[in-house]
């Protein structure tokens, strides 16, 4: 990889990277890392590593991997940021070329997080998936700038937008903004975008859609939802589903709980897979519950937190070679 592809696929990074020249200048510092120190990239230059440091051994230890060209690594060292304030990161320094070093940078969740295991696994994930996924965007804006055809370039597109939209939720789970992002969101609008993803799969299933055209805009977070739909879909193909159906309606006066919705939208998902085992019926959307030995048995309860979230429910039905997952969720006109 060239320098120019390097930091192409270094901006997308989650985590901070800057390059530091013989003197421990910085020379250069990806929009993460600026992000973090509360600088912008340009203003970032020529600005002393020591200064971020505070601690002179460590400024110290930074020397040695010139004189050495050997790299160091430093865990829970304090970093200081912009406006007095500070940071907790892990970092790592080593050789680059031409005489400049790597820093990389990791920032560590603080003791406050929440406490709750499903909460802590999800961050833990979130954190761990944030690289994987810069990694996979830079390729495909590689890869889309490099490809002939609209075909090939709206499937790039594709893999940037999943990307994009997968990153923001890690952000959110790591900066402990749990709360839902409501906007106006048109369920057909999710569901075709959902359906350009499974048909650009190697081998779909094959897809239905029975939509009521009177469904209105609802209140929601885009992106959450979408969430819910790919697990629903990503576990009918796990159950070995060939065919699925994505069915809306609006219904009137559904009891949620305590509640009553004068109106709400009813979306299923509908496969003809395995289905869900008795035995885990009653415990289905309970965090860590899965019916395969390899499954983490968080995306239904995930996807169950976040349809409360909206003030809705997710619901399972089984029949004989007939799988039906049900979202509800409000829907709210203009004049309610």
Do not use: C
Request: aromatic share 4%.
């Amino acid at each position: 990889m060239n320098d120019a592809d390097w930091r192409t696929w270094a901006e997308q990074m989650a985590t901070g990277l800057a390059l530091v020249d013989g003197e421990l200048r910085l020379q250069w510092i990806n929009p993460a890392l600026a992000e973090w120190l509360q600088l912008g990239p340009r203003s970032a230059m020529g600005q002393s590593l020591g200064a971020l440091l505070g601690d002179p051994d460590l400024l110290a230890h930074a020397g040695r991997v010139l004189d050495e060209q050997l790299p160091v690594q430093w865990r829970g060292v304090v970093l200081n940021a912009g406006h007095g304030a500070e940071m907790r990161v892990d970092m790592a320094l080593q050789p680059y070329q031409q005489g400049l070093l790597l820093l990389e940078v990791h920032a560590l969740a603080e003791p406050t997080l929440a406490n709750s295991p499903l909460s802590a696994t999800l961050r833990g994930f979130a954190h761990e998936v944030k690289n994987p996924l810069a990694g996979l965007r830079g390729a495909a804006q590689l890869l889309q700038r490099r490809v002939e055809g609209e075909d090939l370039q709206a499937l790039a597109g594709l893999i940037i937008d999943e990307a994009d939209r997968l990153t923001a939720l890690a952000n959110r789970l790591l900066n402990h903004d749990g709360a839902a992002r409501l906007g106006a969101v048109n369920i057909h609008h999710l569901l075709q975008h959902l359906t350009d993803l499974l048909q650009a799969e190697p081998s779909p299933p094959q897809l239905h859609g029975d939509y009521d055209p009177s469904v209105p805009d609802l209140l929601g977070d885009a992106d959450r939802l979408q969430q819910i739909l790919l697990n629903l879909v990503r576990n009918a193909a796990e159950a070995g589903a060939r065919t699925l159906t994505f069915r809306t309606r609006v219904e009137h006066g559904v009891r949620l709980g305590e509640r009553v919705l004068r109106m709400a939208l009813r979306l299923d998902v509908i496969d003809d897979g395995a289905g869900v085992p008795p035995a885990l019926r009653e415990t289905l959307f309970q965090p860590l519950v899965s019916g395969r030995a390899d499954g983490t048995g968080l995306g239904l309860a995930l996807s169950r937190e976040i349809a409360h979230d909206h003030g809705g429910d997710l619901r399972h039905a089984s029949r004989d070679g007939e799988t039906v997952f049900s979202l509800y969720l409000p829907l709210e006109r203009p004049h309610d």
